[in-house]
């Protein structure tokens, strides 16, 4: 599967993800331009595995200069990814530096309980670390330029299973054939009001769309609404 142009300067690819059971999941990982109008730097989030064909189509864009592991759950590829474009700088969510210190990180992302820090790329994309959840350990990102959302696990929109047993885990997720978060937060929020803060600031980014780690892209005529609604459950 090639690169998909999602908007001017931002690119998407999508790796199944296989599970025992035949289970299997599309996972996305997304492209962004970013530097000076006119540069050819790219920023890479939620890496998937790469071989010759895709390294070369990534590299027809420009050159890889971040690489970024955005949760506790979207890390497996990223070291062999930054490891494949030389210079590529590679940055993760508190939960993936933990556990990975065989990996040289440029840079923790941002948690809130440090000192403010600005990330390289913070000109053209905005970054918010959900509080309240660590073991998920997330961070959303909004990419200014095309008003796209890009999540982890914060949302699912698989909405065409490749499996029967995918169906089946969707159902018990609560994200079968719709765009939804997932019932696993139950699971993972140790500080309801921290991720609530967290989500509503997410909410408050002007988003036109949002690019789910897993499943197809989400717009409609009022993606913010419809995103707030599909978030009800964190808000409560």
Same mark, same amino acid.
């Given at each position: 599967?090639?690169?998909? *142009?999602? *908007? ?7 790796? !199944? ?12 990982? /997304?492209?962004?331009?970013? #530097? =000076?109008? &006119?540069?050819?730097?790219? +920023? ?12 070369? $189509?990534? #590299? ?29 700088? @590679?940055?993760?969510?508190? #939960? ?9 990180? $440029?840079? !923790? @992302? ?11 790329? =913070? ?40 499996? +029967?047993?995918? #169906?089946?885990? %969707?159902?018990?997720? &609560? ?9 696993? +937060? ?8 921290? %991720?609530? /803060? ?6 408050? +980014? ?9 499943? *197809? ?9 419809? /995103?707030? /609604?599909?978030?009800?459950?964190? @808000?409560?």
């Amino acid at each position: 599967m090639p690169l998909t *142009a999602v *908007a001017p300067g931002l690119w998407t690819y999508v790796h !199944t993800l296989r599970s025992p059971g035949a289970v299997r999941f599309p996972a996305r990982m /997304t492209i962004a331009r970013v #530097g =000076s109008p &006119g540069g050819d730097g790219l +920023w890479v989030h939620s890496p998937v595995p790469i071989d010759d064909a895709l390294a070369a $189509e990534i #590299g027809g864009l420009g050159r890889v200069l971040y690489v970024v592991a955005p949760s506790a759950f979207h890390h497996m590829f990223a070291g062999k990814f930054a490891a494949r474009f030389p210079g590529a700088k @590679l940055f993760g969510a508190p #939960g993936v530096v933990a556990k990975h210190p065989e990996l040289a990180f $440029e840079a !923790t @992302l941002a948690d809130g309980s440090t000192p403010a820090w600005s990330p390289p790329w =913070s000109e053209e994309i905005d970054q918010i670390f959900l509080e309240g959840a660590p073991r998920m350990s997330e961070v959303v990102f909004f990419h200014r330029a095309s008003r796209s959302l890009l999540v982890s696990d914060l949302f699912f929109n698989v909405t065409e299973p490749e499996t +029967w047993s995918t #169906g089946l885990v %969707l159902r018990m997720m &609560g994200t079968y054939k719709r765009f939804a978060r997932s019932r696993a +937060w139950r699971l993972f929020r140790k500080d309801r009001q921290a %991720l609530k /803060t967290s989500v509503e600031k997410v909410l408050a +980014w002007d988003f036109v769309r949002v690019l789910p780690g897993h499943g *197809a892209p989400f717009e409609t005529a009022d993606t913010r609404a419809e /995103t707030r /609604t599909a978030a009800a459950w964190f @808000l409560e």
